[in-house]
């Protein structure tokens, strides 16, 4: 599974590995963006990689462009993600917790194994840069979706 995982985050994050040794700039427009799979989000978001893992960094970027009302489903990343927020309002909610509003400039540490999720409010779109960490070959366990009761 872990294996399957990997080679899907491959696929989004572009085959070209980054050098651990030497400066590379991965040119804008590079890597094609590709629409969030159904299963991992609610409405539509738009996913672009920036920097796959490397031996170095075992992280990977990608920025992540909402429309209103879009959202992740209840996930977690076994490393923890960092998200900064470029665009937009977002929201963003940890099980048990109020959910939380997020603007441009913020920036939000989600620490390992937390179940949560993150999106555009209802009425604005929200893009932020996403970072996450691979343990054993994958960097999120995506879970269920998120209710509309739960995302209001």
Request: glycine content about 8%.
């Amino acid at each position: 599974m872990k294996a399957i995982i990997a080679a899907a985050a491959m696929a989004v994050l572009g085959t070209a590995q980054v050098s651990a040794d030497e400066i590379e700039i991965r040119r804008n427009g590079q890597t094609p963006s590709v629409s969030g799979k159904a299963e991992n989000f609610t409405g539509q978001a738009v996913i672009s990689s920036l920097l796959p893992p490397n031996d170095s960094t075992r992280a990977n970027l990608g920025q992540v462009d909402f429309a209103p009302g879009a959202r992740t489903v209840w996930h977690t990343h076994p490393a923890g993600q960092l998200l900064i927020v470029t665009t937009g309002k977002g929201w963003v909610q940890e099980e048990g917790k109020a959910r939380q509003e997020i603007s441009p400039g913020d920036v939000v540490w989600i620490p390992a194994t937390v179940r949560h999720w993150h999106g555009a409010t209802a009425t604005s779109p929200m893009s932020h840069l996403a970072m996450t960490y691979m343990v054993d070959g994958s960097n999120v366990e995506w879970q269920e979706p998120v209710t509309d009761e739960q995302y209001k």
